[in-house]
């Protein structure tokens, strides 16, 4: 079963319109911890914001904000006004440790969003 | 500035031999990590290593190998017994894995071409 799944290959949105980019996971673990990253075609990964599952706020970056929904095991990540710049491929990522010291990030395979001017 | 370097950028070889990239961080990070990904796939663990001379295989090691002799490198070799090489490697480091929140911070990659 995939870890992450994010089901929107590609996305178009007119610029300064709002996205919402989804992901959901499967763990069975209680500790764990949500990533988003921002892949621009240069290739370098950019680290967008973080979720912990334990967080009762929705993490918020600047225009970036997190739809963290626990019981449907859903991370939504959401873009405010969308600018030009925003188009990438973008990465839900997970991070658990099932066994002590044995932590790793898993990653989904990511939605390609394009800006439209 | 702190960063994590990867070397080359680019990369060709011929099938066969076996090929080894580059990754340096000065972060003074204790976790390093090998990620491959492939053409509008997401990013799959190779090997992961938490700790000077400790390595971890991920969920795709066959064919690959790495050490881990000092906290600021970590070398990963694609030999040639790894079927289909060509693909983009990502190198990433964190601090220490009990900080839950603790970003992966990225390297800008090498793109390995085998033919």
């Known amino acids: 079963a995939q870890k992450i799944t994010q089901t929107q290959p590609g996305m178009f949105v007119q610029e300064k319109e709002a996205v919402t980019l989804d992901c959901t996971y499967d763990t069975s673990d209680q500790s764990y911890g949500l990533f988003w990253y921002k892949q621009p075609s240069s290739g370098e990964m950019i680290f967008l914001i973080y979720q912990g599952s334990y967080d009762e706020q929705n993490a918020t970056e600047g225009r970036y904000s997190l739809n963290f929904q626990k019981a449907r095991k859903s991370a939504n990540l959401v873009i405010s006004a969308s600018q030009l710049g925003d188009s990438a491929m973008y990465f839900c990522a997970m991070r658990e440790a099932p066994n002590f010291g044995n932590e790793k990030l898993t990653f989904g395979t990511g939605t390609r969003l394009t800006i439209i001017p | 500035d702190g960063g994590i370097t990867q070397s080359p950028k680019y990369l060709f070889r011929k099938e066969g031999q076996n090929v080894t990239l580059s990754c340096e961080q000065n972060?003074?990070?204790?976790?390093m990590y090998w990620y491959r990904q492939d053409p509008g796939q997401g990013l799959r663990l190779i090997y992961y290593s938490q700790i000077v001379n400790d390595f971890q295989k991920g969920d795709i090691a066959e064919g690959y190998s790495v050490s881990r002799e000092k906290k600021e490198s970590f070398p990963l070799t694609v030999t040639s017994a790894q079927k289909n090489p060509t693909a983009f490697y990502l190198c990433a480091s964190s601090t220490t894995w009990t900080e839950r929140n603790s970003p992966l911070h990225f390297g800008n990659g090498t793109r390995l071409t085998v033919t």
């Open positions: 972060l003074n990070h204790d976790a």
